[in-house]
């Protein structure tokens, strides 16, 4: 079945740590997106792809990074700048930018600091 | 910057009866899209439905209806035959056509179904 699959489903950090989550579509899309979700609040964009090789900022990529090198994979680095990352991390991608259809996202991810 | 605001944290339902779930947003813009979001315990998010501004008719999705009031840049979802499967977490998301497909959420409404 096509879908986007994360990984892991529950990841832990130390202090000073980088970590990687993991993204990845087999839906053929175009765009990729990462969002974080904290208690109380809705989702808020971090990073998103419209393209292989090229991404831009959203509303909080301070301490998080990203790369674009294969159109199915979307992993973004939580770097130990990223001062509170305990949070749930959501994946999407939607079909090509721009368009009217939805973006379809993964199950999460869980970081949490040890 | 669009903002989008949803100002019942929580709302309750007996099942098989209609809710109404309320979401206003702010744009400068006149045309974009809509849409309203569920996410179960599972914390997937599933897409519910969808409005593009440009269509005047609200969209409708089986049990899953709208009301766009765009002049009033008002976006409601009403959930008619309340289902136990139907407790979730509802967002309302704003995304603007020239954006890059960047989706605004607003905070959620947590909705409760009573047998």
């Known amino acids: 079945d096509g879908g986007i699959t994360q990984s892991p489903k529950y990841l832990f950090r130390k202090e000073g740590q980088n970590v990687t989550l993991s993204c990845e579509q087999n839906?053929?899309?175009?765009?990729m997106y990462w969002y974080r979700q904290d208690p109380g609040q809705g989702l808020r964009l971090i990073y998103y792809?419209?393209?292989?090789?090229?991404?831009q900022k959203g509303d909080i990529a301070e301490g998080y990074s990203v790369s674009r090198e294969k159109k199915e994979s979307f992993p973004l680095t939580v770097t130990s700048a990223q001062k509170n990352p305990t949070a749930f991390y959501l994946c999407?991608?939607?079909?090509?930018?721009?368009?009217?259809?939805?973006?379809?996202f993964g199950d999460g991810t869980r970081l949490s600091i040890l | 910057a669009q903002t989008v605001t949803q100002s019942q944290p929580e709302m309750s339902v007996q099942e098989a009866e209609t809710v109404t779930l309320s979401c206003t947003y702010d744009?400068?813009?006149?045309?974009?899209?809509l849409f309203w979001y569920k996410q179960p315990p599972s914390r997937q998010m599933i897409l519910v439905i969808r409005?593009?501004?440009?269509?005047?008719q609200n969209a409708t999705e089986n049990r899953f209806s709208v009301n766009f009031q765009k002049a009033a840049k008002s976006f409601s979802l009403k959930i008619s035959d309340s289902q136990l499967g139907d407790a979730a977490m509802y967002f309302c998301?704003?995304?603007?056509?020239?954006?890059?497909?960047?989706?605004?959420f607003g905070t959620g409404t947590r909705l409760a179904v009573r047998p």
């Open positions: 792809s419209q393209i292989v090789n090229d991404f």
């Open positions: 839906l053929n899309h175009d765009a």
């Open positions: 409005q593009e501004a440009y269509k005047q």
């Open positions: 998301a704003y995304r603007q056509k020239s954006s890059g497909d960047k989706l605004t």
């Open positions: 999407a991608s939607s079909a090509t930018p721009n368009s009217n259809q939805p973006q379809h």
């Open positions: 744009t400068s813009e006149s045309d974009y899209y």
